[in-house]
């Protein structure tokens, strides 16, 4: 079947506006995740949801960033005011449950690369 | 705070020899450790899964070794072909500092294998 797609491949926008990205995950998973990429950089967690328990926005770096998902599909992951430093390949992941990691893989998207001018 | 280093150079390598990439952690006691390949422009592929009372791992040319001791994974490739070209991530989860859920990668460590 399908995997995970993600939508715009790139974005550039100027400093100041508002951007969505979204992501659609695998029919089925109920775990979704949203990371970011910088360059030379690790992966960082931003959020993760899961069914419909309340979402892990611990990675969340500040309040310009949000995300939802609805009807426990298609997620948007906004970032109002971009900043410069928000310019990073922007991730999303799904997996079948999102409980016991150690026995799940995680399916990534292509990613969402944003340049904040 | 949590740390993972992988090998800081790009690993170049000629065709048929092992390529080895290391992992290492430091404040954290992972549950498990996963192996990702990310070619350019799209997102990683898990490879391998390794819990901690795992010591070894294989999966047709690949092999994960997970030291908890020394907090450290080699990852091995053998026999190498062009075609495992890529940028390979390390992640650990679980453990006494996380939810199983989460994630913590490291940096990566690309691998040019030269026929």
């Known amino acids: 079947g399908a995997g995970v797609s993600q939508s715009p491949s790139n974005k550039v926008t100027e400093k100041g506006k508002d951007v969505e990205l979204r992501c659609d995950p695998i029919s089925g998973h109920t775990a979704l995740y949203w990371y970011r990429q910088s360059l030379g950089q690790g992966l960082e967690f931003l959020i993760y949801?899961?069914?419909?328990?309340?979402?892990?926005k611990s990675g969340l770096p500040s309040d310009r960033f949000s995300a939802e998902r609805t009807g426990g599909s298609v997620s948007t992951l906004t970032i109002q005011r971009t900043q410069q430093e928000d310019s990073a390949v922007y991730l999303c992941a799904s997996s079948l449950e999102g409980l016991a990691g150690a026995r799940e893989t995680q399916y990534f998207g292509p990613g969402t690369r944003l340049l904040v001018l | 705070s949590q740390k993972i280093e992988q090998n800081s150079e790009a690993l170049n390598i000629q065709e048929g020899k092992t390529a080895t990439l290391t992992c290492n952690y430091t404040n954290y006691s992972p549950a498990y450790l996963q192996w990702y390949r990310q070619d350019p422009g799209r997102g990683p592929v898990f490879l391998l899964l390794?819990?901690?009372?795992?010591k070894e791992k294989r999966k047709e040319r690949l092999k994960v070794t997970f030291d908890t001791t020394l907090k450290q994974s080699l990852f091995h490739i053998t026999a190498s072909q062009p075609a495992d070209s890529a940028t390979y991530l390390c992640?650990?989860?679980?453990?006494?500092?996380?939810?199983?859920?989460?994630?913590?990668f490291g940096a990566g460590t690309t691998v040019t294998v030269r026929a």
């Open positions: 390794i819990r901690e009372n795992e």
């Open positions: 949801f899961q069914g419909n328990s309340a979402p892990d």
């Open positions: 992640a650990l989860g679980g453990g006494s500092f996380s939810n199983d859920y989460k994630l913590s």
